[in-house]
């Protein structure tokens, strides 16, 4: 497939998307958000991409939304066009795992497209924020929510009310970021990370990951029972059976994705 604004690979069952817009830091358009949904839909449909990686430049994951682009919008423009749906939000309707691989800045739709990865790998250059305060905005694309999920409402508050961005130690710390690594391993660290992932059963990864974001969307008791059913559920398949007799005759299980 042909891209202009994003570069894709597939490879050992990873697939990568780079942002590739270096001029404006990867400054999110409305014809990249359109191809990265549509790379976001090929990887989806290929049975040999297991895991996916998002990532940007040394400098920049992508330092927001393209303000040239949205500048001139009027209220109707937004509102009628559904401003921020389709491709936007894309990458939460992913089955597979969608690991991030931030480095640089990972500003306004940036860091809300890092944060809707399932995982945030970062490199030690990393800076988060929501600075749309200071165009006049809001965040549009779950930063006031899944910032202040991830990080508890003081940071959340601290960050979206003055702007100011967060490094990647901090990141880590406030429970942002999974892993902070030197800048020039996090491709490696990050590979590596996904190639483990990928020797995994593809369907039980898929409960897995569906059980954890379950816990966003419910309560405690429902979110238990939820995992609960699924947990239950694995005993149906072959590749239970198989990773528990490898695990007795001390060999690798052989997954089968059924
Ligand atoms: N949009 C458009 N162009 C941008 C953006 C952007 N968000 N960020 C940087 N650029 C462009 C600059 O205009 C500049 O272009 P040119 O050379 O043609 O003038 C080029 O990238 C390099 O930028 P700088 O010269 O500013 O580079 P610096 O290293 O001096 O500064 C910063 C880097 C701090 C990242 C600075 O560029 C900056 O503050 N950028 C804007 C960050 C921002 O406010 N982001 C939030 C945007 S609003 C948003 O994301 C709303 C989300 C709504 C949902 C979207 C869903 C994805």
Redesign the pocket.
């Known amino acids: 497939m042909a891209f202009e604004t994003i570069l894709t690979e597939a490879k050992d069952g990873i697939g990568v998307i780079t942002f590739n817009r270096p001029?404006?830091?990867n400054?999110?358009n409305a014809q990249m958000?359109g191809e990265m949904g549509r790379a976001l839909d090929a990887f989806e449909a290929d049975d040999n991409v297991h895991v996916i990686v998002l990532t940007g430049s040394e400098k920049?994951f992508a330092?927001?939304?393209?303000?040239?682009?949205m500048a001139d919008k009027s209220f109707n423009d937004a509102y009628m066009g559904d401003f921020?749906s389709g491709p936007?939000d894309r990458i939460d309707s992913c089955h597979k795992p969608v690991i991030a691989a931030v480095s640089g800045?990972a500003?306004?739709?940036?860091c809300?497209?890092a944060m809707m990865c399932d995982l945030i790998i970062a490199s030690d250059t990393a800076k988060f924020g929501q600075?749309?305060i200071?165009?006049g905005?809001v965040?549009?694309?779950g930063?006031t929510q899944r910032l202040t999920r991830a990080v508890g409402k003081a940071k959340a508050m601290d960050m979206v009310l003055t702007g100011r961005m967060m490094g990647a130690e901090e990141a880590e710390r406030s429970g942002l970021v999974a892993r902070v690594v030197p800048a020039d391993q996090l491709m490696d660290e990050v590979m590596t990370m996904a190639a483990t992932m990928a020797t995994f059963s593809r369907s039980t990864m898929k409960m897995a990951k569906e059980s954890v974001r379950r816990a966003f969307e419910t309560t405690l008791s429902e979110g238990v029972r939820y995992e609960r059913r699924l947990f239950h559920a694995c005993f149906a398949t072959y590749d239970q059976k198989e990773g528990m007799k490898a695990f007795i005759e001390k060999r690798k299980p052989k997954f089968e994705n059924r």
């Open positions: 001029k404006a830091l400054a999110l958000i920049a330092a927001g939304a393209d303000i040239k682009e921020i936007w800045f500003l306004g739709g940036g809300e497209m600075p749309e200071t165009l905005i965040p549009g694309i930063g």
